[in-house]
Every structure is written in C-alpha cells, then in structure tokens.
C-alpha cells in the first residue's frame, strides 16, 4: 500500500493519515495486543500548550523553549483506545525544564533581589 504525500505539510495526507489509523486499529482489535502503542501528529490537532518552539528575552540573555511535538497534540493509538468509544485520558503535563545556565541567572537574580 503506498502512502501519498502533502509537501505543503512535510507528512501523511490527512486520507493518508485516516487510513493508518484504521490499519492500525484493525491490527489491534483483530490480534488483541494490549502492550504496543502507536504516538501519531496530526496537523489537524494543534497543541494546547505551545504551538511551536519559543525564544524568549533579549540578545544579552534569552531562554528557548523547546516542543519536542512541534505544535501538534500526542494522539495514542492502542487497543485501548481503539476499543473503546469513551474518551481515553492521557496524562500530559508540560514541563519547562532549566539547564544548569539558566537555573545559575535565576539564583543570581533571586540572591540580589531578595533580602538577607
């Protein structure tokens, strides 16, 4: 089975992507495999979060926030899910994470501003 292509969007088609995820239910309802997940990005389910990877500050000093999901919602695909016409919630917190540089600033500034 061949897949076509949207170059606009860089992945599956939107038909494309429906079909994969029938595919992908029928192997799950007909083999009954309650271990494997499958994670899809679709274009049509913007993030709630972050709609893309930010640069936040000046030149002097900036922050960057990543999105690994690159402002598309985690969809899951397992037999859970596919099973089931009830909604299925998934837990996902966003998280910003500080590497050592900025957690450095931060404490600087919170030593200066705070009294002692």
């Given at each position: 089975?061949?897949?076509?292509?949207?170059?606009?969007?860089?992945?599956?088609?939107?038909?494309?992507?429906?079909?994969?995820i029938e595919m992908t239910g029928c192997y799950f309802l007909t083999s009954g495999d309650r271990i494997s997940q499958v994670w899809m990005f679709r274009h049509d389910e913007p993030s709630l979060f972050l709609q893309a990877s930010i640069q936040i500050g000046t030149d002097r000093f900036s922050i960057y926030l990543a999105d690994p999901f690159a402002?598309?919602?985690?969809?899951?695909?397992?037999?859970?899910?596919?099973?089931?016409?009830?909604?299925?919630?998934?837990?996902?917190?966003p998280t910003a994470i500080l590497d050592s540089n900025v957690v450095t600033y931060l404490h600087n500034i919170c030593d200066i501003r705070l009294p002692t």
């Open positions: 089975m061949e897949f076509g292509h949207d170059a606009d969007r860089s992945s599956l088609s939107l038909s494309d992507t429906q079909r994969l402002g598309l919602q985690p969809i899951l695909l397992n037999y859970d899910t596919i099973s089931t016409d009830d909604p299925v919630k998934i837990g996902f917190r």
